[in-house]
């Protein structure tokens, strides 16, 4: 079965400041897609960020952008100019054509003004 | 459109009671699942549909039911409470014809079983 590793349980950030969160996942299948998810203190589910495996081009949605590296099987998150708001627990997540999704254990994001 | 919505948003049982958790979509969407989150944890696969009347097992199964008549409505069901099953219950749905896999998920249910 596909697994996906956060290694981070928790990481600070200054506001305006990068941060990058790693993710890591196992799997045997050649097409599948990546995801990042925000989730604020209101528990919603907010995507941040997708990764179709069969595109080199890493994926990038204003302020957030993604380091794919499909041999590695390492999918990490980057924030450039981080704001408050950006605080929120986030999680990797991995799909594949079934719409088995696997997530990680999440990584906690502060933001310090 | 509502997009996905689930009831209750939250619930107390008491040990080896039944209930169901409703969860419907308004999107046309053929995928539905169900998650559940613990503490320290993240979304775990219940069981998932890829459409009506197909349903499949995810990695934690045990203790939950379901079933999927309409595209719209996919409500999981707890046999038998067990303290174990407090968690709280996210609902999901995609659309394989969108190319990709997104899932749209409601806003949780949060089960306390005592």
């Known amino acids: 079965a596909q697994t996906v590793t956060q290694s981070q349980p928790e990481m600070s950030?200054?506001?305006?400041?990068?941060?990058?969160?790693?993710?890591?996942?196992?799997?045997?299948?050649?097409?599948?897609?990546?995801?990042?998810?925000?989730?604020?203190?209101?528990?919603?589910?907010?995507?941040?960020?997708?990764?179709?495996?069969?595109?080199?081009?890493?994926?990038?949605?204003?302020?957030?952008?993604?380091?794919?590296?499909?041999?590695?099987?390492?999918?990490?998150?980057?924030?450039?100019?981080?704001?408050?708001?950006?605080?929120?627990?986030?999680?990797?997540?991995?799909?594949?054509?079934?719409?088995?999704?696997r997530f990680g254990a999440g990584t906690r994001l502060t933001v310090k003004p | 459109n509502a997009g996905v919505t689930q009831t209750p948003k939250f619930q107390v049982l008491k040990t080896g009671q039944s209930m169901t958790l409703q969860c419907a979509q308004d999107m046309n969407h053929e995928y539905m699942s169900w998650y559940r989150q613990d503490p320290g944890m993240g979304l775990r696969l219940i069981h998932y549909s890829v459409g009506a009347g197909i349903t499949d097992q995810g990695e934690v199964p045990n203790g939950y039911n379901v079933s999927r008549s309409t595209t719209e409505d996919f409500p999981l069901r707890l046999l038998?409470?067990?303290?174990?099953?407090?968690s709280v219950y996210f609902c999901a749905s995609s659309s394989p014809g969108l190319k990709t896999y997104e899932q749209y998920f409601g806003p949780g249910t949060r089960l306390t079983v005592t």
Do not use: H
């Open chain 2, 80 to 86: 038998s409470a067990a303290p174990s099953q407090t």
């Open chain 1, 13 to 101: 950030v200054q506001e305006a400041e990068t941060v990058t969160l790693s993710c890591t996942y196992d799997t045997s299948e050649s097409d599948y897609y990546l995801f990042w998810y925000k989730q604020p203190p209101s528990r919603q589910m907010i995507l941040v960020i997708r990764q179709e495996a069969y595109k080199q081009q890493n994926a990038t949605e204003n302020r957030f952008s993604v380091n794919f590296q499909k041999a590695a099987k390492s999918f990490s998150l980057k924030i450039s100019d981080s704001q408050l708001g950006d605080a929120a627990m986030y999680f990797c997540a991995y799909c594949n054509n079934n719409n088995d999704m």
